[in-house]
């Protein structure tokens, strides 16, 4: 009850029990011990609740390092960001510089909306509106065409590991979740023909595969990286997972907050992150340092 203390409404029950005779003295005592003492249990045991809280919280640990204003795609290379801005273009900074500056190196391969890197190469992939395509093209500081790479359909998020692209795919229907699937990051010419010959029509390039495994992330994911050999994912709640998508037995566990992140990166042991308001942040995991 709002103002009201229950330790003082509890005394005057007790005296007045007393002073009717219902309870003795000594009883009453007791009685009131054991509140105390449930009381204090109570008390510590919110206590340590609480600090469990605060300490899975705190295995995350973000720094800002800059700004990344209209940033909607990123990934990390060679000790630098590649960034796809929303008008289109293609930058590049050091996010260790005490001040860092973006430096514009050409155009984006269209609208994107994710981007990922795979042994020194740039993958960017592009909205539906744009037919959801794939591109890629060197990860260097000069200018640099951008290949088609076959079709990118509903790609949100990227990650690349041992040869294959990891994407994070939400179609934005009503009721439906984001899964990841995977593909060869690059293939032969053989095989691409060999794709193509059943492709329908829009699903070009080499094919994209949910496997056998059930890789589905955890609810709400809007971003995904790699670093360290471990994958990230950031989700709409603002909450942080780590997992292993090539795995079977893939199980998402939630590590810290995400600080309202929308783009994540990772690369030389580091996670990098760009949040709705433009801000570019840095966390070092432990077992990187």
């Known amino acids: ?35 105390a003492v449930i009381a204090a249990i109570v008390g510590v045991s919110s206590l340590l609740l609480a600090e469990e809280k605060t300490s899975a919280k705190s295995e995350v640990a973000w720094k800002q390092v800059g700004e990344a204003k209209g940033v909607v795609g990123m990934a990390a290379v060679g000790g630098k960001l590649y960034a796809c801005t ?14 860092v500056e973006w430096k514009t190196i050409g155009n984006a391969p269209g609208p994107v909306v994710s981007m ?12 539906a509106r744009a037919g959801g395509r794939l591109s890629m093209r ?25 040869g294959k692209i990891y994407a994070l795919v939400d179609t934005k229907e009503p009721g439906s979740e984001p899964t990841i699937m995977a593909r060869e990051a690059v293939g032969t010419p053989e095989a691409i023909a060999k794709a193509n010959a059943v492709a329908p029509p ?21 971003a995904l990286t790699e670093v360290g050999g471990k994958f990230y994912v950031a989700t709409k709640e603002d909450k942080l997972f780590v997992g292993n998508p090539t795995k079977p037995d893939v199980k998402w566990e939630p590590i810290g907050d995400a600080a309202g992140v929308t783009v994540l990166a990772g690369g030389d042991g580091k996670l990098f992150a760009v949040t709705k308001s433009g801000k570019l942040l840095m966390w070092e995991p432990k077992s990187s340092k």
């Not at 929303?86 to 001040?99: E, G, H, I, R, S």
């Open 116 to 127: 990922g890197v795979v042994e020194g190469v740039l993958f960017a992939s592009t909205n």
């Open 202 to 222: 829009g699903c070009d390039g080499l094919p994209w595969t949910a496997a056998t495994v059930d890789r589905r992330p955890p609810v709400g994911a809007l």
């Open 86 to 99: 929303a008008d289109k273009k293609l930058q590049v900074c050091d996010p260790a510089a005490a001040t």
């Open 138 to 162: 060197e990860a260097v500081e000069t200018s640099a065409d951008w290949k088609d790479d076959g079709h990118a359909w509903c790609l949100v998020g990227m990650a690349g590991a041992s």
């Open 1 to 35: 009850m709002a103002g009201v203390s229950w330790p003082t409404e509890v005394s005057k029950l007790c005296f007045a029990l007393v002073a009717e005779g219902v309870v003795s003295m000594f009883a009453m005592k007791r009685f009131v011990l054991s509140l």
